[in-house]
């Protein structure tokens, strides 16, 4: 291997806690990627066509995943062991796909290496080890990036823009159903695995946070987790998100609602065209004495308008982000703080759904700014 | 007007409450309809056209409604004092389609004057007031039906054939979205006017009954119900039932999801064709090691089947059940029990929605069998 | 029967072709339905609601359908003899609901006794007749329309509207899909039965006539007429059409696509809402050198659209026409003229579908003006 | 490069018109590919994964193409001379992915020099020379395939499957949708494009040949062959096909519709499940007094059924057979003489468009047996 042309920044010695934040690398980014399982290749395979980045090495317990990688990236270095990732001075950044039991560990090792960590969704286990990470970045001048992937994709980002703008008018609820014949994950229950989605583009689009969470769930199978779930999550100003999530649906169903006082929102993403609406309808009130019978409440029904999103791959514009906030020190749109948002909602929706629908508040995190 | 053919029953005596029970009259049955609003011109019409039964009168406050009924059915009389019916010693049955908050005193009314008794949805405000109405009527020996007319469609029918038979194994989750951009009731929120068709379904296909009931909703114009509701109902042997109602969604959606070991099925109430769809997929277990990493749940994908369901009006199935609950003094599917239960759930949801989420236990109303 | 308040026209006596044009009728517009079958229900509600009109009286071979007639509208009379209509000086305009090939004949008389005249689609079974028929409403003055409903419905108009404005740019092509599982006519094949519709909606919309056609066709059942073809019609512009109708598919079709060279148009009828998209989307020209490969085309995709379209019953507004056209003298859009075109175009089609799709051209019959 | 490890055959030899057959290779097989454009990659990739067959070299035109082979396959040598791969002996099979005006003189060369060749759709641009391949492929015993994927899909095998077994009863229609905004081709007309997919559908799924076609098309854009046509094709007992192909509609459609006289068959390629589904309905003929006025037409509706099809990429499938045919001698679905009866077709559907709908009769080319 190439002896790195970076300067090294102090903030590789382990235990440098306290020291001066790292300087971010003046020339192109070296990223090791740990787990080549379901999601690891898509990372590989778009950090290799990032401009300015370069797939430095793949870790995995499994030879014949790490055979895999050789064959396709003969010029990126394989190994069995991931602390050679973190120990290796010429990579600047990791990216962790593996189990999510395992993602505080490393992702901490990773940081106090001095390395920009990549983690995939969720976070970790718990809000207690993200809300570690968070600090631990934050104090050493380092990127964390949580691979909330969906909403880095045009219709997501439409969303938002539609929302941003207020062009929608005041925002009263958001509905999604997430369902499918899925696979039974062995560490996470559906919320961690299907309603995240949700959580993520909720925090993302509307820019707002649930004080409190009311969920129900259940596993047909015993000694499986939670494999259909219904979460309603309460926020300040009056504004409700529900979410149906669940692995054992006949049918594969991806549709989410977005009602607004001025327009309302459909979006489907099985549709092969066409996948987001804005209906120009709502309800408005009315003096109308014929129409007090019906509580003064009128409808409006106009245009419906599906704006063209250009499709582009979501991965490549969060790998952009990813390199970008390396390289500025700007936090990407899911940085740690996002990602440890996203943990203490699914913690909250477990405890919820455990207790059989009871109401669970949330209280943040208590972080410095 | 002719006198009537038929032998008067004892109990056309007020206050005949501890009297002998009421026999069913031998001839055609007169039906006289109080409400002729948005739902009573259906119930007229379709009475007017049953076998063994005539329409006889029709009673509502709007003098404009009634003139309508006349141009229509010239041998129809008309009046715009409820009483009236009631009193009418040739009416035998009285169908009740005015807004819920009249239903318990005019059914009560007709039940102390010996007449058989339809109701519409939801049969009362309070589940109280259903029990008296129960008792009342057994006591009588009158039939009580309440207008669920959902159960009596033939996907209804055909979705209880396939649980019943134990062809599609055993039963594991419901799943509903039943939302549009809807009129807003003035006295009903969004559960008793939508959610209620889900509860009877359930009763009607499962033959279960929750066992609590976790809810969450909003009504996002003060002053008016709530117009958004997200209801969890749980039973006893791990089934679990949720329901989604809404009058502020942009599109139109009515979709059952039904979840069993065997089979499963999903009905699509908005298809012009194939409305109910029967899949042959599901989950099993494996103890091959190659998919212990993935739970050891394999998937089962095998054909989709959509039985042809003939067209009939669920409308006129459900009258003849009820004139032939008069005839014979067998329940209908139906009857006061089954709408007791119905109002039961909607006040436990009701209550929980109210308490944002709190689950609610449900203990049944005891009645003497 | 209380005698007629109008004015006697002196069309009304028999013979009277180079009398003076009829004169409108002053009050209110009596009209005769001739054919109580499968339509005739339709018009006679139809004619009951309309303004300034009045249903008279209805003829019918079979005294069953009368029954029916006289129990609805018992201020009606009704006859087996259709020439009770024709004779009877109290009725201005003469509806023909029958088989077409009783079109002619009911027509001409009708025509003669100096009434005006509502004809079902196809107007005749043959151009010759229909020529007929537009040359003695003409000399006489009589409104005389033919019953192409599709081009008074609200998506049809807006149809027009965008083409006519030219918003959607040149028009390029048209092509639809009309087919399900229907009933087999005795009297007239698939073409006259349904692509009659898109013939009228293709001369509404666009106002071009074709100059050639070639059909192609079959019957799969010996001795009925043939139950599925498709026609091709030719413009002189290079505007192209196709049909493609049948009573023999497995699921109902009712899809029309409109290619223009800014715009293009879908529209579903068996959707619930959104039936007409417009899509800015398109073909361009480029002299991009890296597209010259490609033929130097470049494709436009840009939003979709869908105007909201109220939904009224075409029937009324096409009702109101007529009555407007017997009033004021001014032709409807579906006048005898265009009933004619039609006719004419069914004839060419027909006969190039039993030469095995040899083309047919067009010769318009000459009518003066 | 290392030696081939098989016999050579004397066919390699040039000019060994009259020799006696080729010997199939007895061990691994060794493709060549020529073409690296649009279609090319997928070829390559696949025959790199078949088994007992192994991608020996590509060649194109377009250094940058080879580029990315090399970058990709390292063990593939590349060349932009075409003739390099047909004269080396190491290759016993010749891909062919060029543009169709190259199909002939390729695929000749490639057969004279002994090897077995594998030929996009169309297979060439005259029924001449695909006549003429044939010969000398048989004469040389050697394997000619022509890529006509479609019929290696599992849909069009459960069609050939329903179809052949006679559970769908007398096979009545076949229609066709094939339309989208699609890229205009430079040397083929959107027959050649996409009609010639369900050519290869009919042809394989029925069993049958056309007699006579009538078709009709155009071409918006001066100086581009034909975006749009409507080809139907007529068969000897009776059956009828029809075929809707555009480069120019807002949205893209794939539907296919199966007309037989018990079953009936529906394909939508679009959606993501249930792509095939057969219909229990239809129409039988009845003695029924009352229907005789409906031409004793009935009509049987039944269940839906659509059967779980594996989704296997056609590609690999193909590929295996095009294998195997080199391997046992024995021909290929889609073999040479498959490829020019999809020629003829093309050749007769392209004469009568250019016609403007006269109708066409194939006469099929003689072949010796």
Redesign the interface.
């Given at each position: 291997m190439s002896a790195s042309t970076l300067e090294k920044s102090p903030a590789n010695a382990p235990g440098a806690k306290a020291a001066k934040k790292a300087q971010p690398p003046k020339g192109v980014i070296n990223i090791g990627v740990i787990g080549y399982g379901y999601w690891g290749p898509n990372l590989v395979r778009n950090f290799a066509e990032l401009d300015n980045a370069r797939m430095h090495a793949v870790a995995d317990l499994n030879p014949a995943a790490l055979e895999k990688v050789s064959k396709r990236y003969?010029n990126v270095y394989t190994t069995t062991d991931a602390h050679d990732l973190i120990r290796d001075p010429d990579i600047h950044a990791i990216a962790i796909a593996t189990p999510v039991s395992t993602h505080f560990s490393l992702a901490m090792a990773a940081l106090k290496a001095g390395k920009h960590v990549w983690l995939e969704k969720p976070m970790t286990e718990t809000s207690l080890q993200a809300q570690a990470l968070v600090e631990e970045a934050e104090a050493r001048g380092l990127a964390l990036h949580v691979d909330h992937t969906f909403i880095y994709t045009g219709p997501v980002q439409k969303m938002r823009e539609l929302v941003q703008s207020g062009e929608v008018g005041k925002t009263?609820?958001y509905?999604s159903?997430r369902?499918n014949?899925g696979?039974?994950?062995?560490d996470v229950n559906v919320i961690s695995d299907l309603a995240v989605h949700d959580f993520s583009i909720l925090d993302y689009v509307f820019d707002k946070h649930p004080i409190?969470v009311?969920a129900?769930g259940?596993n047909?199978?015993p000694g499986?987790p939670e494999n259909?779930a219904?979460i309603?999550l309460?926020y300040e100003d009056?504004f409700?998100a529900?979410v149906?999530v669940?692995w054992?649906?006949?049918?594969?169903v991806r549709t989410i609602?977005i009602?607004c006082s001025d327009k309302?929102?459909?979006y489907d993403e099985?549709q092969?065209?066409?996948k987001l609406?804005v209906?120009?309808?709502?309800?408005s009130?009315t003096d109308d004495p014929e129409k007090i019978?019906?509580?003064r409440?009128g409808?409006r029904?106009?245009?419906?308008?599906?704006?063209?999103i250009p499709n582009v791959e979501a991965l490549a514009v969060e790998g952009q982000r990813f390199v970008e906030s390396i390289r500025t020190g700007a936090a990407s749109p899911s940085d740690g703080r996002f990602g440890l948002r996203m943990v203490e909602v699914i913690e909250a929706a477990t405890s919820?759904m455990r207790?059989?629908?009871?109401?669970v508040h949330l209280k943040r995190k208590e972080l410095a700014q």
């Amino acid at each position: 291997m190439s002896a790195s042309t970076l300067e090294k920044s102090p903030a590789n010695a382990p235990g440098a806690k306290a020291a001066k934040k790292a300087q971010p690398p003046k020339g192109v980014i070296n990223i090791g990627v740990i787990g080549y399982g379901y999601w690891g290749p898509n990372l590989v395979r778009n950090f290799a066509e990032l401009d300015n980045a370069r797939m430095h090495a793949v870790a995995d317990l499994n030879p014949a995943a790490l055979e895999k990688v050789s064959k396709r990236y003969p010029n990126v270095y394989t190994t069995t062991d991931a602390h050679d990732l973190i120990r290796d001075p010429d990579i600047h950044a990791i990216a962790i796909a593996t189990p999510v039991s395992t993602h505080f560990s490393l992702a901490m090792a990773a940081l106090k290496a001095g390395k920009h960590v990549w983690l995939e969704k969720p976070m970790t286990e718990t809000s207690l080890q993200a809300q570690a990470l968070v600090e631990e970045a934050e104090a050493r001048g380092l990127a964390l990036h949580v691979d909330h992937t969906f909403i880095y994709t045009g219709p997501v980002q439409k969303m938002r823009e539609l929302v941003q703008s207020g062009e929608v008018g005041k925002t009263l609820y958001y509905d999604s159903t997430r369902v499918n014949l899925g696979l039974f994950q062995r560490d996470v229950n559906v919320i961690s695995d299907l309603a995240v989605h949700d959580f993520s583009i909720l925090d993302y689009v509307f820019d707002k946070h649930p004080i409190a969470v009311s969920a129900a769930g259940i596993n047909h199978y015993p000694g499986t987790p939670e494999n259909l779930a219904y979460i309603t999550l309460f926020y300040e100003d009056g504004f409700i998100a529900h979410v149906n999530v669940s692995w054992l649906a006949p049918v594969k169903v991806r549709t989410i609602l977005i009602g607004c006082s001025d327009k309302m929102i459909t979006y489907d993403e099985l549709q092969p065209s066409e996948k987001l609406k804005v209906y120009d309808k709502g309800v408005s009130f009315t003096d109308d004495p014929e129409k007090i019978h019906q509580m003064r409440v009128g409808y409006r029904a106009g245009d419906m308008w599906a704006p063209n999103i250009p499709n582009v791959e979501a991965l490549a514009v969060e790998g952009q982000r990813f390199v970008e906030s390396i390289r500025t020190g700007a936090a990407s749109p899911s940085d740690g703080r996002f990602g440890l948002r996203m943990v203490e909602v699914i913690e909250a929706a477990t405890s919820s759904m455990r207790g059989q629908g009871e109401t669970v508040h949330l209280k943040r995190k208590e972080l410095a700014q």
